[in-house]
C-alpha cells in the first residue's frame, strides 16, 4: 500500500465510525499511513480496508473478529463493535512491523480469526497515593486498549488521598484531596467534567472503568473531611505513612451509611459501566470493639464478630449498588463473615482465596500478589525503590487465572485476571510505565489467547518487535535485562 488508503465502513453504527476514526487518528500517528474514509463510489483504488459487521458464527463471541490480508486489500469483520476495535488493534500491530520503508507498506497475505479467553482483562491504578494527571489516565487506558484490555479499575480513594469529586460533599475534595508531604501540600483529584470525558474515552476504546470507593477501611481521607463519620469523631488528617490504619467508617451510626449511599449515586451516574467496587481489604476492627453504638449494633443485629459486622456493612451497601442496576466487587476479604450473593470477588491474598469465592458461587477475577502486584520488584539490581515483591516478567507470564485441578464444572465463574498497581513508591507517571511494561505485555498475553500456545521464549521473540511499538508510543517502559 503506499500514499492515501481508502477506508470504506460497510456499517451505519456510530460506534463503527468512532473505531474506524481511531483507526486514521492512530495509523497516521504510528504507522506513517494515511488513511482516508471514503465511500466506494468515490474511490476505485485498491487496495482498501474495509470494516463490516459479520453474522458469521465463529464471531459471535464477545471480542471475537476476523482479519483477512488479500490481494485487493484489508478486510477486518467483527459481530460487534468491541471485535472489530480488537481486529483494529491487531492490524495497527502488523502495519508497525511492516512500515519499515518510508513510502511502501507490503503484509503477506493472511487470514486471522481470533478471539478473547477472558472476559475481564484488567488493569487497576491507585491515584490516591500519588495522583497522576488527566492526560496520564487517557495514555493508561490508551496502552491497555492497545494490548486488547478491556477494564480499567480506577483507585480513587484511600488514606493518603480522595480523588473524586463529589457534589454532595465538597469538603471531600477540599480537604481530602490534599496532604502534606514534607511540609509541602500535595494532591489533586479529578472533576465530574473530567471523569465523565475519560469515561467517553474510554467508551471509545471498549474500556469499561471500575471506580472504586474504598470503604469501611483506608478511609483517613474521607474522615478528614467528615470526621463525623468515625467511632471517635476525629479529628483526623490526610494520611501522609502508607499503611492501614485504624479510623475506618463507623457502622454504629446511621447517617454512614446515607452519606456511603449518597457517594455512590453519584458515582453511578458518572460510571456507565455494570460494576462499582467498593474494596473491603485490610479493616482494622479496634474501633469498632471500643465503641458503643458498634457494639449495640452488633448485638440488635444478632452479629457476633466484628467480621460479621463488616460483613453487614458490605452487604447494605452492595444493597445500595443493586437498587443502581450496578455490581458490587470487593477485595477477597469481603468474603470473611459471608459476602453478599451477587458480589464479584477479587482473589488478591491468594489463589486459594479465589477458589474459595468460586465455590461460594461468587464470579471471581484472580489479581494474587504473587503474579498480579506490578508494585513488587521486577528485577535483583538496580531497580527503583518498590514496596517489596519479587515478582519478574518471566513470573507473570508463568501465571494461570485458572487454579490446578479447578473442576472444570466451576472454570465459568473465573471471568478473568487484572495486575495491580499501588503507587506508593511511583511518584509520577514515568515511573508507573516503568512499572507496568512490559509486565502488562505479559498478562495481556495470558488473558486473551488460548492456554496451549503460551510460550516464553516465543514470547521474548515477539516482544523485542513489541517493544518499539511500545517506544513509538512514549513509553518509558523496563528495558528487557533477563
Ligand atoms: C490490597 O492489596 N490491599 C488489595
New binding site residues.
Given amino acids: 500500500m503506499t500514499g492515501t488508503v481508502p477506508l470504506y465502513l460497510e456499517s451505519t453504527d456510530t460506534k463503527i465510525s468512532n473505531i474506524a476514526d481511531y483507526l486514521v487518528t492512530e495509523c497516521h500517528r504510528y504507522c506513517q499511513i494515511n488513511l482516508k474514509r471514503m465511500t466506494m463510489a468515490e474511490s476505485r483504488v485498491i487496495p482498501a480496508i474495509t470494516l463490516s459487521v459479520s453474522q458469521e458464527r465463529q464471531l459471535a463471541y464477545e471480542g471475537a473478529y476476523k482479519l483477512t490480508v488479500h490481494d485487493s486489500g484489508i478486510s477486518l469483520q467483527a459481530g460487534t463493535p468491541a471485535g472489530l476495535f480488537y481486529a483494529v488493534q491487531t492490524l495497527l500491530q502488523l502495519l508497525s512491523m511492516a512500515s519499515n520503508s518510508i513510502d511502501m507498506v507490503v503484509l503477506p497475505n493472511l487470514e486471522i480469526v481470533d478471539r478473547p479467553r477472558f472476559s475481564w482483562r484488567g488493569m487497576h491504578l491507585d491515584v490516591s497515593r500519588h495522583f497522576f494527571p488527566v492526560e496520564f489516565i487517557r495514555k493508561y487506558i490508551n496502552m491497555l486498549a492497545f494490548h486488547k484490555m478491556n477494564m480499567f479499575h480506577w483507585h480513587l480513594t484511600d488514606d493518603q488521598g480522595w480523588r473524586i469529586e463529589i457534589k454532595r460533599y465538597p469538603r471531600l475534595t477540599e480537604i481530602g484531596a490534599w496532604r502534606k508531604d514534607d511540609g509541602n501540600r500535595y494532591g489533586g483529584f479529578y472533576s465530574q467534567d473530567e471523569i465523565r470525558a475519560i469515561v467517553t474515552y474510554a467508551e471509545e476504546r471498549c474500556v469499561t472503568i471500575v471506580p472504586e470507593i474504598e470503604m469501611p477501611g483506608?478511609a483517613s481521607a474521607a474522615l478528614a473531611s467528615y470526621p463525623e463519620y468515625s467511632c471517635t469523631g476525629g479529628p483526623f488528617a490526610v494520611e501522609t505513612r502508607w499503611g492501614v490504619f485504624d479510623d475506618v467508617y463507623c457502622p454504629g451510626n446511621k447517617a454512614t451509611f446515607t452519606f456511603l449511599e449518597n457517594i455512590l449515586d453519584e458515582v453511578a451516574g458518572l460510571f456507565p459501566g455494570r460494576y462499582i467496587h467498593i474494596?473491603g481489604?485490610?479493616c482494622p476492627k479496634v474501633r469498632w470493639q471500643n465503641h458503643d453504638l458498634c457494639q449495640r449494633l452488633m448485638k440488635d443485629s444478632g452479629l457476633k464478630t466484628e467480621n460479621d459486622l463488616q460483613a453487614y456493612f458490605i452487604s447494605r451497601l452492595a444493597g445500595h449498588i443493586e437498587t443502581l442496576k450496578k455490581s458490587p466487587v470487593g477485595?477477597?476479604?469481603i468474603l470473611d463473615g459471608g459476602a453478599p450473593a451477587t458480589a464479584t470477588i477479587?482473589a488478591?491474598?491468594s489463589m486459594q482465596k479465589g477458589v474459595e469465592a468460586a465455590e461460594a458461587g461468587h464470579d471471581v477475577v484472580m489479581?494474587p500478589?504473587t503474579y498480579c502486584?506490578f508494585d513488587h520488584y521486577q528485577g535483583v539490581a538496580d531497580e527503583p525503590k518498590a514496596i517489596g515483591g519479587f515478582t519478574p516478567l518471566q513470573t507473570v507470564y508463568s501465571f494461570e487465572p485458572i487454579p490446578a485441578e479447578f473442576p472444570s464444572a466451576m472454570t465459568s465463574h473465573i471471568i478473568g485476571a487484572q495486575g495491580?498497581v499501588?503507587t506508593e513508591y511511583m511518584a509520577d507517571s514515568k515511573h508507573v510505565e516503568y512499572m507496568v511494561f512490559p509486565r502488562l505485555c505479559a498478562l495481556s498475553e495470558i488473558l486473551w489467547s488460548p492456554r496451549e500456545t503460551r510460550s516464553w521464549a516465543d514470547f521474548l521473540e515477539r516482544l523485542k518487535p513489541h517493544l518499539l511499538r511500545l517506544k513509538a508510543r512514549h513509553i518509558n517502559y523496563r528495558q528487557l535485562r533477563i
Avoid: I, V
Fill in positions: 483506608h474494596g481489604d485490610e477485595w477477597d476479604e477479587m488478591w491474598r489479581t500478589m502486584y495491580n499501588w
